[in-house]
Nanobody, 120 residues
Framework: QVQVVESGGGLVQPGGSLRLSCAAS????????MGWYRQAPGKERESVAV???????NYADSVKGRFTISRDNAKNTVYMQMNSLKPEDTAVYYC??????????????WGQGTQVTVSS
């Protein structure tokens, strides 16, 4: 069994910062990509940032220069530092990880989501 659990959301004023964390646990053989998606009310879920097992990163144009994704492979954890937050960043943020479990095939695992609200 594999689990992915996020933490770190909350309420912040425009221009502020937040750091999201996401830890994978369970019978893990290898973790490939990890990343963050978000979904705002009335909108479709969109990719925010992705980091591969080798450390290559990719960002949505809307967050480039403001968000930084990183991972600690020893802890099976991915982080996203969000700076210069804007009201349009308000959304539920979901972590995902592409994982091959022990004795199983590669699958995508999703966290439960954490709310980020940017408002004065």
């Amino acid at each position: 069994q594999v689990q992915v659990v996020e933490s770190g959301g909350g309420l912040v004023q425009p221009g502020g910062s937040l750091r999201l964390s996401c830890a994978a646990s369970g019978n893990i053989f290898i973790i490939y990509a990890m990343g963050w998606y978000r979904q705002a009310p009335g909108k479709e879920r969109e990719s925010v940032a992705v980091i591969t097992g080798g450390g290559s990163t990719n960002y949505a144009d809307s967050v480039k220069g403001r968000f930084t994704i990183s991972r600690d492979n020893a802890k099976n954890t991915v982080y996203m530092q969000m700076n210069s937050l804007k009201p349009e960043d308000t959304a539920v943020y979901y972590c995902y990880a592409r994982i091959r479990g022990l004795g199983s095939r590669e699958s995508d695992y999703w966290g439960q989501g954490t709310q980020v609200t940017v408002s004065s």
